[in-house]
């Protein structure tokens, strides 16, 4: 499928608020409001992505992969099992998964718990952390996004300790369009995303346009939106 260009997504944006030619509503005006509307799309998709599994692939652009992580282990408090945190990339905006290395040799599967599950573990509903199967959740720390991982009880060797580390696959933010990008001479500039994810930030962005001028418009446009669907 070809990529969209940000130039014909402002045409389309033009064409949608009725405004004929370039200019009449300037790239500046445009790109506020594509900004802002692609945050309020992208922020929309992540909240209801577990539910609508379309959604996750259009948000593929925005999944990264982390390097290995450090964690810092926390002191023995239980035989069963070790808990410790690593912090979350700058740019992570939703964790996707988060893969345990235990050694050079042994990665295991990690599953998502919640705070309040926590205790569950000590109390034996799940099973123990192991080789195979850890556990995390999502907490934060001195203002800081830190997931906190809860690992087998074993020798990971000596100080500074080389083993467990974690690798977080995770959304990120969309970047920032620029005014450059929607200018004529920028013209090869293009979305990272699908075309059903860029129709649906230009016609946020242009219900937000005509929000903030107040025009009748915004009346018939959401009557021909309510008409088509």
Do not use: W
């Amino acid at each position: 499928m070809a990529a969209i260009k940000h130039i014909d997504m402002y045409k389309d944006f033009l064409a949608l608020v009725r405004k004929s030619r370039v200019g009449t509503v300037s790239p500046i005006e445009f790109t506020t409001f594509y900004n802002l509307a692609t945050e309020e799309v992208i922020s929309q998709m992540l909240e209801v992505m577990d539910l609508n599994k379309k959604f996750m692939n259009n948000l593929l652009p925005l999944r990264n992969t982390s390097a290995q992580l450090d964690i810092t282990l926390d002191s023995a408090l239980s035989t069963r099992y070790r808990t410790g945190v690593c912090e979350t990339p700058n740019d992570c905006r939703r964790i996707a998964r988060v893969t345990v290395i235990i050694s050079s040799t042994v990665i295991a599967k990690t599953n998502l718990i919640k705070s309040n599950e926590v205790s569950e573990i000590v109390d034996g509903i799940f099973s123990k952390p192991t080789s195979k199967n850890c556990y995390y959740h999502l907490e934060r720390i001195s203002n800081t996004d830190k997931v906190r991982l809860f690992v087998p009880n074993m020798n990971y060797g000596s100080t500074p300790i080389t083993y467990p580390k974690c690798i977080l696959e995770y959304y990120s933010s969309p970047a920032i369009v620029a005014v450059a990008d929607v200018t004529l001479d920028e013209s090869t500039k293009v979305s990272v995303f699908n075309k059903e994810t860029c129709t649906m930030i230009i016609n946020t962005a242009v219900r937000m346009y005509l929000e903030n001028v107040q025009d009748a418009r915004y009346s018939t446009y959401n009557n021909e939106l309510k008409q088509k669907n």
